[in-house]
Each structure stands twice: as C-alpha cells, then as structure tokens.
T-cell receptor
Framework: KQEVTQIPAALSVPEGENLVLNCSFTDSAIYNLQWFRQDPGKGLTSLLLIQSSQREQTSGRLNASLDKSSGRSTLYIAASQPGDSATYLCAVPLRGNTGNQFYFGTGTSLTVIP | EPEVTQTPSHQVTQMGQEVILRCVPISNHLYFYWYRQILGQKVEFLVSFYNNEISEKSEIFDDQFSVERPDGSNFTLKIRSTKLEDSAMYFC??????????FGSGTRLTVV
C-alpha cells in the first residue's frame, strides 16, 4: 500500500509570491506521479504528470519535480495569482499494481490573497 | 481536449434505493476507474476496469457496488441499496498506457 502525505495542509500567501507544495510517498516503485487541482465542490483537473524516468515537468508557471529515491515530489508555483486558490492534490500509483490505482494525498489548500 | 463526461452532476436518492452513476470515458482509453471523495476527506479508489472486467477493487467496493461497460462507450457504477454513508462525490477516470489519468467532473450523490 502507498501512503501519500502533503505538507502543508493549508497555505495562505500574498499575490505574486512564489511557493512550493510538498508531497511524500512511502513506496518508490511508481510508474508516474500526477498533480491535480481541485476547486471547491468540483472535479479534479490534471496539472502535471511526471513519468518515473523524469525528474521534472513544467507547464507555464508550474514546475513539478520528482525524486523517486527519497519518495518526494514538489510543485512550484511562480508568481501566484488569486485564481490559483484551490486545493492541490498529488497522486501516486504503484508499479506492481495491476489496476494502477492512484493513492491520493490529503491535499494542500492554497489561498492567494490579492 | 478530450473529456471524461459524468452524469448526472448531482443526484439525491432515498436510503435503500438503487442508483446508477454514468460516465463516458475518453474513446481511445483502455483503463477505467471509479473513485469517491466523502466531504472533507481524501479521494479514495473504488474499482478499476480493463478488458471488460474488474482488475482491482478496494475494500469499499463491496457486494452493493457493481460496474459495467454495457455498450463500449458508457461506464457505469451501480449502488444497489444506498446507505447514508454512500453520500460522496463520485469521480470516473480513464487512461491509456502509462499516461496520466483524466478525471470527470464528478457526480455528487446525496443519500437522504
């Protein structure tokens, strides 16, 4: 089984600040790791997917890194905006898992203050 | 961009009633999933489906739950006799290969 922990649980920053969200997982035998965004009462929007052979992925102001050996991933958000306010979830499968089910962290709730 | 479509967006049902949640995965995807999220809690895996059969299921997915892909495009989750604790947001997801998941926008199920 995979345990996924996200720190901090909540974060409040002024607009324009750069920030880092952390995700750690217990079993490093993973195919990939995916970061999602969830707005209140809404679905999951995929932000970035990092394959196990990669160390980082970038999309616009977002950069995600992956260190399999230490069981960690970070999501870096540059120049934060109020529209970035949401809950950010990381999700990790298990390589040996036939269904490749994802294990989700509890998320980091981000508030960007205008 | 291709989407996973879920219907209805919100369903209210009486305890003990059967509900069917519907999903249309992305057409070339091969793996299909149901997850749920009880309010304020983690997103939890329910079941995965590949090649017209269940490939894995969690402890939550007991005899009250079933999945079906009746016509090659729809993917359904049935709860036979709903309980209050089944109230949650239910997400359908699909993927192909080792690509990431695409999730639907969810069905909020309220059991009263």
């Amino acid at each position: 089984k995979q345990e996924v922990t996200q720190i901090p649980a909540a974060l409040s920053v002024p607009e324009g600040e750069n920030l880092v969200l952390n995700c750690s997982f217990t079993d490093s035998a993973i195919y990939n790791l995916q970061w999602f965004r969830q707005d209140p009462g809404k679905g999951l929007t995929s932000l970035l997917l990092i394959q196990s052979s990669q160390r980082e992925q970038t999309s616009g102001r977002l950069n995600a890194s992956l260190d399999k050996s230490s069981g960690r991933s970070t999501l870096y958000i540059a120049a934060s905006q109020p529209g970035d306010s949401a809950t950010y979830l990381c999700a990790v499968p298990l390589r040996g898992n036939t269904g490749n089910q994802f294990y989700f962290g509890t998320g980091t709730s981000l508030t960007v203050i205008p | 961009e291709p989407e996973v479509t879920q219907t209805p967006s919100h369903q209210v049902t009486q305890m003990g009633q059967e509900v069917i949640l519907r999903c249309v995965p992305i057409s070339n995807h091969l793996y299909f999933y149901w997850y749920r999220q009880i309010l304020g809690q983690k997103v939890e895996f329910l079941v995965s489906f590949y090649n017209n059969e269940i490939s894995e299921k969690s402890e939550i997915f007991d005899d009250q739950f079933s999945v079906e892909r009746p016509d090659g495009s729809n993917f359904t989750l049935k709860i036979r006799s709903t309980k209050l604790e089944d109230s949650a947001m239910y997400f359908c997801a699909s993927r192909v290969g080792t690509d990431g998941y695409t999730f639907g926008s969810g069905t909020r199920l309220t059991v009263v």
